[in-house]
T-cell receptor, first 113, second 112 residues
Framework: DTAVSQTPKYLVTQMGNDKSIKCEQN?????MYWYKQDSKKFLKIMFSYNNKELIINETVPNRFSPKSPDKAHLNLHINSLELGDSAVYFC????????????FGPGTRLLVL | TQLLEQSPQFLSIQEGENLTVYCNSSSVFSSLQWYRQEPGEGPVLLVTVVTGGEVKKLKRLTFQFGDARKDSSLHITAAQPGDTGLYLC????????????FGTGTLLAVQP
């Protein structure tokens, strides 16, 4: 059983296009996250939603818009893709409250040409 | 910006050797986690330490949280090729958001 799943796994697109990445978790968690991992493997939080409510919004260009239709899903839409957006995007989830384990998805490898 | 610096950045050793990875910060964290990430996968949690001075053992892996809760170390005894991967520390401030600040990462390669 997949705990946190993401689609697509690979995404190759042209600069200027708009694309979406989807994430679903079947763990019953109420908090979900989007992280970006750059080419140097540095992992940085972008957004966090708790029960469909945005609770963390790091300094991310407004071309990135997360949407949570329900607490099991958190999607990421990116407008006007730029070369610098190329990275691996990870979704994660946990139970809100501090010391809980975050479970990560397998990642979406985005390459902008 | 709270920064968690890991050292070394890269480590290539022979099977059977011991190694230590360090995670240092000037900030205090309520808890600190260690993750291992294998190629093509997401990070997987290895351990969480929450008390200053705490030591946790997971088979051949020993994790320590600094007394001041600003730093941590991971020691691997008799490394095996299966230990190969990217090791990430992550500090949490706690609270409802559980925002994790990830370290700069240590890429470990264990040669057979």
């Amino acid at each position: 059983d997949t705990a946190v799943s993401q689609t697509p796994k690979y995404l190759v697109t042209q600069m200027g296009n708009d694309k979406s990445i989807k994430c679903e978790q079947n763990l019953g968690h109420d908090t979900m996250y989007w992280y970006k991992q750059d080419s140097k493997k540095f992992l940085k939080i972008m957004f966090s939603y708790n029960n469909k409510e945005l609770i963390i919004n790091e300094t991310v260009p407004n071309r990135f818009s997360p949407k949570s239709p329900d607490k099991a899903h958190l999607n990421l839409h990116i407008n006007s893709l730029e070369l610098g957006d190329s990275a691996v995007y990870f979704c994660a989830s946990d139970l809100a409250g501090g010391r809980e384990t975050q479970y990560f998805g397998p990642g979406t490898r985005l390459l902008v040409l | 910006t709270q920064l968690l610096e890991q050292s070394p950045q890269f480590l290539s050793i022979q099977e059977g050797e011991n190694l230590t990875v360090y995670c240092n910060s000037s900030s205090v964290f309520s808890s600190l986690q260690w993750y291992r990430q294998e190629p093509g996968e997401g990070p997987v949690l290895l351990v969480t330490v929450v008390t200053g001075g705490e030591v946790k053992k997971l088979k051949r892996l020993t994790f320590q949280f600094g007394d001041a809760r600003k730093d941590s170390s991971l020691h691997i005894t008799a490394a095996q090729p299966g230990d190969t991967g990217l090791y990430l520390c992550a500090g949490a401030r706690g609270g409802a958001t559980n925002k994790l600040i990830f370290g700069t990462g240590t890429l470990l390669a264990v040669q057979p």
